[in-house]
């Protein structure tokens, strides 16, 4: 067998560079490996998106089994690329739904397994086999403008006339015509208030999408509380834990040494009221210590000695020597 250094370098090179460009790729791909990747690539086409969005669950019978890649739009639908793990046994009449997760709004794409066979990976889900999202914003404006257009006097008679109508009809007849009758004349009598209660309602539910993503932020904040919280559980736990045995441990201290701190009390109750019945002289004590302060402080202030001054006290006079000569 030839030696390592003794072989080829520009063939080495090649093989090494052969496997480096593999091995990028299988990194760039590692997605798309049927053992180690993110699970069998499937298609659906949806009418309108409904506010999916990459990233989101895929999930079957509540269970999140992968994940939305991309959602595109398709020439007049919208092309929704999702990754499933595992075997969730999706047949060949599989079908697709984009459902709300959260009252946020946030979505998920459920899949509704169905058929004999099994889905093939790559297949797409037809629009015949798909149902786009619930918006509770869309429907309420819908709602409030419907309500709006119906001309609820005209709905009135028109019952009305129905109901003489089926005059002589049988009992059971009669009587839900009737029944209907009295609902249209209530409906009209409170079309007011139920224009305004939807009205409200369109506010209130605009007033909600506006804040959405104060809401994400809400709740997103409450999480990482509640996660702050959990991971400090031992901690507050062994802090109540010593709360316990503190108080357990003062109520000992205090109970062996009753005899002891009824008497200490009772003496420190009667040297506050001393101090209260001489409240007022020792506020004037108080007053007259701060000159008496100020003064010893200016005694002390010239170094290790006291400056004192004696009243009436004077220097001697010095005298001149004499000199000879004539008195």
Do not use: C
């Amino acid at each position: 067998m030839t030696p390592f250094r003794d072989r080829d370098p520009v063939v080495i090179g090649a093989v090494g560079l052969a496997v480096i460009f593999a091995l990028v790729v299988t990194a760039f791909n590692a997605g798309n490996l049927p053992l180690i990747g993110n699970g069998d690539r499937y298609h659906a086409a949806f009418s309108e998106a409904g506010g999916l969005r990459p990233g989101d669950d895929v999930r079957v019978a509540g269970v999140k089994v992968g994940k939305v890649d991309e959602v595109d739009l398709d020439g007049d639908h919208v092309k929704v690329t999702f990754r499933v793990k595992g075997d969730p046994k999706l047949g060949e009449r599989t079908g697709a739904a984009v459902r709300i997760k959260t009252i946020l709004g946030a979505k998920y794409l459920a899949l509704e397994p169905k058929g004999s066979g099994r889905l093939k990976p790559g297949s797409e889900i037809p629009l015949s086999r798909t149902t786009p999202a619930y918006d509770v914003v869309t429907a309420f404006s819908d709602l409030t403008t419907t309500a709006e257009a119906v001309d609820t006097e005209r709905l009135a008679t028109a019952l009305d006339t129905l109901s003489t109508t089926f005059e002589d009809s049988p009992a059971e007849v009669k009587a839900s015509i009737e029944g209907l009758s009295k609902i249209s004349r209530t409906v009209a009598s409170r079309d007011q208030a139920l224009r305004e209660l939807l009205a409200h309602a369109n506010g209130v539910s605009g007033v909600l999408a506006d804040r959405t993503r104060e809401f994400r932020t809400l709740v997103k904040d409450g999480d990482k509380l509640f996660q702050e919280i959990t991971a400090r559980r031992k901690a507050i736990h062994a802090l109540l834990t010593g709360s316990v045995a503190l108080s357990v441990q003062l109520s000992g201290l205090v109970k062996d040494n009753r005899e002891a701190i009824g008497p200490a009390l009772t003496k420190l109750n009667a040297v506050v009221k001393m101090l209260e019945r001489n409240q007022q002289s020792l506020d004037r004590s108080v007053q007259l210590l701060a000159p008496y302060a100020r003064v010893f402080t200016n005694t002390l202030g010239n170094g290790r000695w006291f400056d004192s001054y004696i009243q009436n006290m004077v220097a001697p006079t010095p005298v001149e020597p004499r000199t000879g000569g004539a008195r």
